[in-house]
């Protein structure tokens, strides 16, 4: 029979809140942002269908069931700290948990990250990927680079970069459709929908006057549609910093001299007001590497 039991990183969040008597505090401790520990004691009222504290002003107290669960949880952390792990080399190691959308992970993040570790060798980063406007809360990371529209109410947010948008194609997939010398030829076209990079926006600077594409396929991953479009799937709209060693290597080309100048998406990083200082040097050198002077 199998026995589901609480996740012990919301017991360990439960009994540092508890002991402190502050979610903040807590958070420090662990190293976690305030509102990752409250999804944690929140995940662990849901597992046990009780409250374990109650609210006054800035102070959390705990309930009548809350002390007498403590003890439990307690002697439990305990004796799994006490257990000897010969094999285990004790470290401090200070990590940061960064959350990034796939394609800005793949194409510029991981070729600007050795810098950072080369000045911070103490900082350890544990890299965490997520779906563009689909998962919209910091959850247990510290720092997100967000894709969208740069609407995050009760976050700091600071816009990375704008880049143009433009159309590119596979030469296989060209080979096969009638000759594109204007913007107008796509009509005779598969046009690779995502809502990441609409189309109508590209079809304004076109100088045309058609509606979003409703039909064909659609990828909400920047980089799988790059894939799709290298392997001659249709026409798709892309970015340098993801396009380049692709059309470097001829594997698409780049159609037109048509770019949207403002997307209607852009790279932001995102994180809490309240911040632990390896978090604030992390976040300063994003800004240098991509050249922010301001916000």
């Not at 409250?38 to 006054?56: A, D, N, P």
């Not at 705990?62 to 307690?74: A, H, I, M, Q, S």
């Not at 970069?161 to 596979?170: G, Y």
């Not at 980089?223 to 001829?250: C, D, N, P, W, Y």
Request: with cysteine.
């Amino acid at each position: 029979m199998s026995i589901r039991l609480p996740p012990v990183h919301a017991l360990s969040a439960f009994e540092a809140a508890a002991r402190l008597g502050s979610f903040a505090l807590a958070a420090d401790e662990l190293c976690i942002t305030p509102s990752a520990l409250s999804h944690r004691i929140r995940l662990l009222e849901e597992h046990l269908c009780e409250r374990l504290f109650t609210r006054e002003g800035r102070a959390v107290n705990l309930t009548e069931f809350g002390r007498r669960y403590l003890d439990v949880v307690r002697n439990v952390l305990r004796s799994l700290a006490d257990f000897p792990l010969p094999n285990k080399v004790n470290s401090q190691q200070i990590r940061i948990k960064i959350t990034l959308p796939p394609t800005f992970a793949r194409y510029i993040f991981l070729p600007r990250l050795e810098q950072f570790k080369r000045s911070h060798p103490d900082i350890e980063i544990e890299i965490f990927l997520f779906v563009p406007l689909y998962d919209l809360s910091l959850s247990e990371s510290d720092v997100e680079v967000r894709f969208g529209a740069g609407n995050y109410p009760n976050l700091i947010t600071h816009k990375l970069f704008v880049e143009p948008a433009f159309a590119v194609a596979s030469p296989s997939y060209l080979k096969t459709i009638a000759p594109l010398q204007t913007p107008a030829d796509l009509k005779s076209a598969y046009l690779l929908r995502s809502a990441l990079e609409p189309w109508q926006p590209w079809f304004e600077a076109a100088g045309l006057n058609w509606s979003e594409p409703n039909l064909g396929l659609r990828i909400d991953d920047l980089g799988l549609l790059l894939e799709a479009v290298k392997h001659g799937h249709g026409v798709g709209l892309s970015r340098t910093h993801f396009a380049q060693e692709m059309i470097a290597r001829g594997e698409i080309v780049r159609l037109f001299d048509v770019e949207v100048a403002s997307p209607p998406h852009a790279y932001y990083l995102v994180h809490e007001p309240n911040i632990r200082s390896e978090v604030a040097t992390f976040i300063d050198w994003m800004k240098i590497s991509f050249n922010l002077n301001n916000d």
